[in-house]
């Protein structure tokens, strides 16, 4: 289910994908047996792809938003995917509920906790989590890829999953963006320092797919972090 008016959905509809280059690496990298978190996980985009390749691996997809919900979960029901794992919660460095709200913007489903100078059009009250603390209740035992595009929350929700990281060492990948983390008050640097510590490496993804290393640190982009 997608709306062809907005971006995301006219990308899809049109091209297959939104996120194209992004997509090319998932596709070389994900093995069948992997486990995929899917954190922001919006209308599926990421989540589908993942599953369809995790033959007999999990997506556990981790979306808040009532309203993307409903379109999350109809998606996966339409592809008939069984290895999808939704968690209606947010995730955090911190176990709170908060007002989450749902930007007004070209790009459908977006939604932030750290709204800025942002037009809100609709506010929820949502549960936030810590990944550290909720992911031994899915029963799995391994976490091999980490997507994170969270409006902003990017940096405590990757506090709340230090654990997890710093012992199954997953490839995670981070939409890093100046406005948004500017909005919740820290810096692009706070997030190349987090993974540093736990001694990954930052890659740009390249025009086929292919990891290049990130020599600078990006305003905009998705940042693949590997461990060493």
Request: aromatic share 12%; hydrophobic share 45%.
């Amino acid at each position: 289910v997608i709306d062809r008016s907005r971006s995301m959905g006219a990308a899809i509809f049109w091209t297959g994908f939104h996120e194209f280059r992004e997509f090319l690496f998932l596709h070389r990298y994900l093995k069948k047996d992997m486990v995929f978190v899917d954190i922001g996980a919006n209308q599926g985009e990421y989540a589908l792809f993942a599953a369809k390749r995790l033959v007999n691996g999990t997506v556990v997809a981790f979306e808040p938003l009532p309203s993307i919900l409903k379109v999350l979960r109809k998606n996966i029901h339409l592809n008939q995917y069984k290895n999808i794992l939704v968690v209606e919660k947010g995730l955090s460095d911190k176990e709170q509920s908060i007002t989450i709200h749902e930007v007004d913007d070209v790009h459908e489903g977006l939604a932030t906790i750290f709204l800025g100078d942002r037009v809100s059009k609709e506010s929820y009250e949502i549960q936030l989590v810590r990944l550290d603390d909720v992911f031994e209740k899915t029963g799995l035992t391994k976490i091999d890829f980490i997507k994170i595009d969270i409006e902003g929350a990017e940096l405590s929700a990757l506090k709340g999953s230090a654990e997890l990281i710093n012992r199954h060492k997953p490839v995670v990948m981070v939409e890093i963006n100046e406005k948004t983390y500017q909005a919740a008050g820290y810096k692009i640097q706070d997030v190349f320092d987090f993974f540093y510590q736990f001694g990954y490496s930052p890659f740009t993804i390249g025009s086929r797919g292919k990891l290049v290393s990130c020599k600078n640190l990006p305003v905009f982009a998705n940042i693949v972090f590997m461990h060493k």
